[in-house]
């Protein structure tokens, strides 16, 4: 396994340093409330500095679940499973360790993360193009064509719409103990359903 080298390792911390700050600013005052120039300030650094390293303002929240992006294609990759199936264990571990990811989780600061995030417009918008990406680098892993992006674009809806689920109901008060069951039923039937109509060409792992 390679590992990230000393300069690769100092741009990864500042990544993560300066996104905090920026989450720590969002969350106390407002996404729309602070400009970049005082995140840069906050972080010590110079505006075009941040620019180089976050294109645009929402990507210093999205940063949070950057290393998501992409996680089915390299979970149908990695498994000797067929496709669905390894898409449906995965997400059924992550329900059984609350992963913020599939929505389940009740810790103060992953819910005001979640808040921000799915609260604020702008960042919905460029969470989109996010999924965008993760669809089509699940798609090439199916194969590339056409049936491999509807059923990546079938994948994808499904991960977010159960996701979404289980954060509203744990954002409204439910306890995660009580919709832990429900969420684990409903990724069931979800996954079910995903694979009684996948292509038949595409039961094996990876492409053909």
């Known amino acids: 396994m390679t590992h990230p080298g000393l300069r690769e390792r ?10 905090d700050i920026a989450v720590r600013l969002f969350l106390e005052k407002g996404f729309d409330a602070v400009s970049v120039a005082e995140v840069a300030a906050a972080a010590e650094i110079s505006k075009p500095t941040l620019f180089r390293y976050f294109p645009a303002k929402e990507d210093l929240v999205l940063y949070r679940i950057a290393d998501h992006e992409g996680e089915a294609a390299r979970v149908v990759a990695e498994s000797g499973e067929p496709p669905v199936q390894a898409l449906r264990r995965h997400f059924l571990a992550g329900l059984e360790r609350s992963d913020p990811v599939t ?36 798609a090439e892993v199916l194969g590339g064509d ?17 996701a979404l689920e289980n954060w509203r109901r744990i954002a409204a008060g439910e306890r995660v103990a009580d919709v832990r069951p429900d969420a684990v039923a409903a990724a069931e039937r979800a996954f079910g359903r995903l694979a009684a109509g996948w292509p038949a060409d595409r039961e094996g792992s990876g492409t053909e």
Do not use: I
């Open 103 to 138: 929505g389940l989780n009740d810790d103060p600061q992953v819910l005001a993360f979640h808040a921000l995030l799915y609260g604020t417009p702008s960042l919905v918008a460029r969470a989109h193009t996010h999924q965008e990406r993760s669809e089509a680098a699940l």
């Open 10 to 19: 100092k741009k990864q911390r500042m990544y993560a340093t300066v996104s």
């Open 146 to 162: 056409l049936d491999a992006r509807l059923a990546a674009g079938q994948v994808m809806a499904v991960l977010r719409v159960l």
